[in-house]
């Protein structure tokens, strides 16, 4: 029984972890849109020189 406790506080803290990533990556992507920046397709942003 405390394996199957210990296995969800961990599973949640994982899940909890790449939840908080996805919204920090998220919200770069949107802050970098905003400055007309370029997505390319292997993940690299170009933004423009000012």
Do not use: H, N, Y
Not at 2 to 21: D, K, Q
Request: aromatic share 6%; hydrophobic share 50%; with cysteine.
């Amino acid at each position: 029984m405390t394996e199957l406790v210990i296995l969800a506080l961990s599973a949640t803290a994982i899940f909890t972890w790449l939840l908080r990533l996805r919204r920090k990556s998220l919200a770069a992507r949107d802050s970098a849109a905003q400055r007309d920046c370029v997505f390319m397709s292997d993940g690299r942003v170009i933004a423009p020189d000012k």
